[in-house]
T-cell receptor, first 110, second 113 residues
Framework: EDQVTQSPEALRLQEGESSSLNCSYT??????LFWYRQDPGKGPEFLFTLYSAGEEKEKERLKATLTKKESFLHITAPKPEDSATYLC???????????FGKGTTLSVSS | DAGVIQSPRHEVTEMGQEVTLRCKPISGHNSLFWYRQTMMRGLELLIY????????DSGMPEDRFSAKMPNASFSTLKIQPSEPRDSAVYFC???????????FGPGTRLLVL
């Protein structure tokens, strides 16, 4: 069964304290891995798509990487406005559904 | 572009009542998805349409749930009769193709008393 597991469930950082979020996946043929950001009371906001192992994407303080078993979302020198829940999702080869993890809730304090 | 539009943003109803949620996808997108989000189960796909045709409704919990897409710019998700366990946030998303990046609306927060 296709599955996505994110860790940790919650992460508290001080402003400027870099860290990484993990997304482990088991899927029958990865067609794409997606990262979304979700703020309270809002819909998920698209961040990145990764398609193959070794691929990396960057946006401001965020960098997403992909291996054959997991993806990392690296946050460099985070700011309070980076506080949100980060969701990981995968598409398998059949592509019938986007399978989401439960998310990591990040809190960055100044 | 205005993005995916959903209405209402909040809905409070009593058990047994009919609830209709509405969605307008991004213009030009031909795939539309309905999701439900709860603390316990996270985001779950209920149904998706491609070119206005329902492709996969295996996530629809039971016959009380139905969805339609009469044209490329409008979709509804109906719950009849509603039950307290239906309380959740319902999201609509759209994409250029069913395996392309999905863009989400702001959601409808449903509370069934």
């Amino acid at each position: 069964e296709d599955q996505v597991t994110q860790s940790p469930e919650a992460l508290r950082l001080q402003e400027g304290e870099s860290s990484s979020l993990n997304c482990s996946y088991t899927v029958s043929g990865l067609r794409g891995l997606f990262w979304y950001r979700q703020d309270p009371g809002k819909g998920p906001e698209f961040l990145f798509t990764l398609y193959s192992a070794g691929e990396e994407k960057e946006k401001e303080r965020l960098k997403a990487t992909l291996t054959k078993k997991e993806s990392f979302l690296h946050i460099t020198a985070p700011k309070p406005e980076d506080s949100a829940t980060y969701l990981c999702a995968v598409h398998n080869q059949a592509g019938t559904a986007l399978i989401f993890g439960k998310g990591t809730t990040l809190s960055v304090s100044s | 572009d205005a993005g995916v539009i959903q209405s209402p943003r909040h809905e409070v109803t009593e058990m047994g009542q009919e609830v209709t949620l509405r969605c307008k996808p991004i213009s030009g997108h031909n795939s539309l998805f309905w999701y439900r989000q709860t603390m316990m189960r996270g985001l779950e796909l209920l149904i998706y349409f491609n070119n206005n045709v329902p492709i996969d409704d295996s996530g629809m919990p039971e016959d009380r749930f139905s969805a339609k897409m009469p044209n490329a710019s409008f979709s509804t998700l109906k719950i009849q009769p509603s039950e307290p366990r239906d309380s959740a946030v319902y999201f609509c998303a759209s994409s250029l193709g069913y395996q392309e990046t999905q863009y989400f609306g702001p959601g409808t927060r449903l509370l069934v008393l």
